[in-house]
Structure formats: C-alpha cells, structure tokens
C-alpha cells in the first residue's frame, strides 16, 4: 500500500485488515535519525490511526533501532560488506494498542509514543524492559 494513496488505499487496507491479512505500516513514512537524541522520530501520519479505528482491529508497536548502521540516511546505497556485521535491534510491545475514535493525528501520535518507548529500551537512561522481554 503506498504512502499518502488518500481514502482508497485506506479502504483497501481496511477491508484486508477486516479479512485477518496483517498490515506492517511504517507510521513515520520515512527514515529519521536524529545522533544528538536516539529516541527522537519523525512526525507520525494519521494512516496508522484511520486503518486500525475503521479495521477495528489492535496494533502492535515495534522498534527498529541500528537501522541508520546498515543504510546511512546520508549514503545512495545501505552497507551490504559481508565481513561487516552491524546489528539492528527490534523490539515488539508486550501489549496491543486499541485505537478509538476519529482523532486520528493523536491516536497517531499514541503510536509514536510507544514506539519511542520501545526504542528506549537498553539505551542508558533508559526503561527497563518488561519481565516478557527480559525472559526472552
């Protein structure tokens, strides 16, 4: 589904989601990498709040963190060196989200908070990860 398709691609999604097909939708809709402060993230677009509301269905937030390691924001192309190992961490939320009702740029922006959350994990400072993840 391509960024910024207007009401038929969101009446795609919503009919797929509607059918059990899971969506990843990438809320920020581009890369952002701010050194200074790893937590920060990109405006969130409201199509991840207009999906999961008319789907009625929940979203699972997750975070990339080291993706700026494999494909600089600044570079043509991403580091593919094989001798090179660069590492990426993804942390999936323990607990769905449910979005409610037609404020889509603040339900947006509940799953940006999260999603700043999860990034924080590990980092100095930072929240501790829940008992789920610790075990894991």
Do not use: C, F, Y
């Not at 999961?52 to 080291?66: C, F, K, P």
């Not at 993706?67 to 090179?84: C, E, F, G, S, Y």
């Not at 990426?88 to 939320?93: I, L, N, Q, S, T």
């Amino acid at each position: 589904m391509p960024a910024g398709g207007g009401d038929a691609v969101v009446a795609a999604g919503v009919r797929a989601l509607r059918e059990g097909v899971p969506l990843l939708v990438m809320p920020e809709g581009r890369l952002h990498r701010d050194p200074d402060d790893p937590t920060t993230t990109g405006p969130a677009h409201r199509g991840v709040s207009r999906l999961a509301v008319g789907a009625s269905t929940i979203v699972v937030t997750a975070a990339l963190r080291g993706t700026d390691q494999v494909w600089p924001a600044a570079a043509k192309l991403p580091n593919l060196n094989p001798l090179r190992r660069r590492v990426v961490v993804v942390r999936v939320a323990d607990e769905p989200l449910r979005l409610t009702g037609d404020d889509h740029e603040a339900n947006a922006e509940a799953v940006m908070a999260d999603i700043r959350r999860l990034i924080a994990v590990d980092l100095p400072g930072g929240p501790a990860p829940s008992a789920a993840v610790a075990a894991a």
